[in-house]
């Protein structure tokens, strides 16, 4: 039998003694990840680089351990989970003097903990170890194999908990015996190689309301009551945009998932695209690494086949019907016609043909 990771985002109402407890936790790994970052840096600038990186911060939480009181009390597991969060952010970062510390505005909001004896959950009511108990509000039965982990997180000053589990054998989607290639785009989110096209979510609202609230922002002064207000409610719409786009890539991803036994679709490397400062906006709002991550994840759980082709593919300057290159197409071209063969093209779903053509020869 077969077992798939899966990740349910319930609501809960914490008491006020849960709620400070779960805030004195979130202070902890806070500290304990700015101590180990100071260190990192000390060692770094006097070349002491280390080889396992793993296994240096490890010996250092066990000397932090016995030298403050609050980082003995952190679950195994929630230190995990900060270690892995640093090394993350080292590998991002290309400069670890560029990594900042933890503070007010950029505060750690969520702590992890694994599946133990003091973790129960039944139904809808879970036991939180010294946390106590919990009601979780998610509109139907988790249904569930194995629970891996509890995640608790507080997000635009709601809490949430997020429950990975290995689910029951999931049945997966019907063959339909058919094939897509995918384009990226900004104009349509993304165009099929049959000629469909999807546009991006309507966010036109919440831009416009975050433009509103920034204008006001800017007349208040800092931190006074107003201005906490003003950015409460930016927070909330943000969350608020942040659904909408969750939302329709959800729905639109299981769509194709559903209809294509196998999908093709171009690798990305979004930090060298938002290099070009004329598309860099509109680039990082467009959110492609999400959908491409929804539609590979799906394509693994229900059995359909995920391809991705190498970015430098010229898909868009190929011909998909002879295979002429055509390199003098710029960048505000949106039809052309073949040189060679007089076939005139869609940008976008010649790229996409070209994607699903190369994803099959390649495989």
């Not at 006020?16 to 806070?30: G, L, N, V, W």
């Not at 769509?255 to 690798?267: H, L, N, Q, T, W």
């Not at 290099?275 to 690494?289: D, E, G, L, Q, V």
Request: proline share 3%; hydrophobic share 30%.
């Amino acid at each position: 039998m077969n077992y798939h990771p899966l990740t349910h985002k319930c609501r809960i109402y914490p008491k006020d003694r849960q709620i400070k407890q779960f805030e004195m936790t979130f202070d902890s790994c806070q500290f304990l990840y700015n101590e180990l970052l100071k260190q990192y840096k000390i060692d770094y600038k006097n070349n002491n680089i280390p080889y396992n990186l793993k296994n240096y911060f490890k010996s250092l939480t066990e000397q932090y351990k016995t030298m403050y009181s609050s980082i003995s009390k952190l679950n195994d597991s929630t230190i995990d989970d900060v270690l892995n969060n640093i090394i993350r952010a080292i590998r991002f970062s290309n400069n670890p003097y560029n990594l900042k510390t933890k503070n007010d505005k950029i505060r750690v909001h969520s702590f992890l903990l694994n599946n133990n004896e003091d973790i129960e959950l039944t139904g809808n009511i879970l036991h939180l170890e010294k946390y106590g108990k919990l009601k979780l509000y998610y509109g139907k039965t988790i249904e569930y194999h194995r629970v891996i982990s509890y995640k608790v997180l507080n997000q635009n000053m709601k809490w949430f908990i997020l429950i990975t589990i290995r689910s029951n054998n999931i049945k997966p989607f019907p063959k339909t015996g058919k094939k897509i290639g995918i384009d990226l785009g900004l104009k349509n989110l993304i165009v099929l190689s049959n000629g469909q096209k999807y546009d991006p979510p309507n966010i036109s609202y919440s831009n416009n309301k975050l433009d509103r609230l920034n204008h006001k922002l800017s007349s208040k002064e800092d931190h006074s009551r107003n201005y906490n207000i003003i950015i409460n409610k930016q927070n909330s719409e943000h969350f608020h945009r942040k659904n909408i786009i969750n939302d329709y890539f959800h729905k639109i991803s299981t769509k194709i998932v559903k209809e294509y036994d196998i999908i093709a679709m171009e690798s990305l490397d979004i930090q060298d695209m938002l290099k070009n400062r004329n598309y860099s906006k509109n680039i990082f709002h467009a959110n492609w690494h999400k959908l491409v991550y929804m539609i590979k994840y799906k394509c693994e759980l229900y059995d359909k086949i995920f391809i991705q082709v190498n970015r430098r593919f010229p898909s868009t300057k190929l011909c998909s019907k002879c295979g002429y290159k055509y390199d003098d197409i710029t960048i505000d071209v949106r039809t052309w016609q073949c040189p060679k063969c007089g076939e005139i093209h869609d940008r976008d779903v010649n790229a996409a043909k070209n994607i699903l053509n190369r994803a099959l020869i390649n495989n």
